[in-house]
């Protein structure tokens, strides 16, 4: 039985995705209380998340947090207290699966269905982006966007560090319509968030720069329904409130996704 601190193994990335893992999941997706994720409206790996249960066409309880008061049941889950966190709910009611990272609850979320098919990529590909994105970019983004809390280098130091994978970006766009095709995939949603933030650092600065397959990848992506659904603003969750489900209104979402794919 696993305990409420249980998180998921490792999961395979390839292209047999996970399959043993999916199975395990779904005893918890059937027949049980609506998943419930703890997310923070502007925190990009929340955004991959809440990307990844959209296109999935799941359902879940929502608990929109404040980073500097969470709430003690978030903590009680998942005690390294950083967002998004997915809890499902035991097959008996009384324990939980927790899914602390914004890559595994996009995996099961995509496993659980994938209509839009996301994961009709070069997973390997997808993967190496995503790390790439995680491990490297992400480190640049946090100085370019707080800058004056490393003063080791300039903003524009950090800034141009973290244009070495814009760049890589650029060259994807400059074949294909998305990072890895003609198609969204799971490369798309996994980074999209990362640039997004990177961009608003300064727009201006972001718009001038001589990446225009990448600006215009980004600006469809502002618009996509998806997207801003989201985006969408939430009151904080406090204990006692009804509950909130995410998304509002899924069908309409997914009519406009598919509308979205099947018209590029």
């Known amino acids: 039985m696993l305990n409420r601190e249980t998180t998921l193994p490792q999961i395979p990335r390839d292209s047999a995705t ?143 560090k973290g244009e070495v994978f814009l760049q890589a970006l650029e060259s994807l766009l400059a074949k294909n319509r998305y990072l890895l095709g003609s198609n969204i995939s799971i490369a798309d949603i996994g980074v999209m968030p990362f640039v997004r933030q990177f961009a608003h650092v300064d727009r201006e600065v972001f718009y001038s720069l001589p990446y225009l397959n990448l600006q215009r990848w980004l600006r469809e992506w502002l618009e996509h329904p998806v997207f801003l659904q989201v985006m969408i603003k939430y009151q904080p969750w406090q204990e006692g409130d009804e509950l909130v489900v995410f998304p509002r209104t899924t069908a309409a979402t997914l009519t406009c996704s598919s509308e979205v794919n099947a018209s590029k």
């Open 18 to 160: 996970m399959s043993g893992f999916v199975n395990s999941a779904r005893s918890y997706a059937i027949t049980v209380p609506l998943p419930r994720l703890y997310s923070f409206r502007r925190c990009p790996y929340a955004m991959r998340a809440r990307l990844g249960i959209l296109f999935a066409g799941l359902t879940v309880e929502l608990r929109e947090i404040v980073l500097k008061n969470k709430p003690a049941q978030m903590l009680a889950v998942s005690p390294k207290g950083t967002v998004p966190v997915l809890e499902l709910a035991g097959g008996d009611g009384s324990d939980s699966l927790v899914i602390e990272e914004s890559r595994e609850i996009v995996e099961w979320a995509l496993q659980q269905g994938d209509q839009q098919g996301l994961l009709n990529a070069d997973l390997a590909s997808a993967n190496a982006l995503i790390d790439r994105n995680d491990n490297e970019f992400k480190h640049w983004l946090d100085r370019y966007k707080y800058a004056d809390r490393h003063p080791e280098l300039t903003q524009l130091d950090y800034r141009k």
